[in-house]
């Protein structure tokens, strides 16, 4: 069983790790929404694109 400093280096090293975690996951997560919202942005001025050449005709 922890006691004294031990318990407070254990909770420490547990909080560090956890939040080391969560920035990576975080960072991974943004990478793959940004790409997301790229592609749907690119799709809708393709689609849009499209449209106004269909009206010109």
Do not use: P
């Not at 400093?5 to 793959?32: P, S």
Request: proline fraction near 0%; hydrophobic fraction near 45%; charged fraction near 15%.
């Amino acid at each position: 069983m922890l006691i004294g400093l031990e318990y407070v280096i254990a909770a420490y090293g547990t909080w560090m790790i956890t939040f080391v975690v969560y920035i990576f996951w975080t960072k991974r997560h943004l990478k793959t929404t940004s790409h997301a919202v790229a592609a749907l942005e690119q799709r809708v001025s393709e689609t849009s694109v499209a449209s106004q050449n269909g009206n010109n005709r």
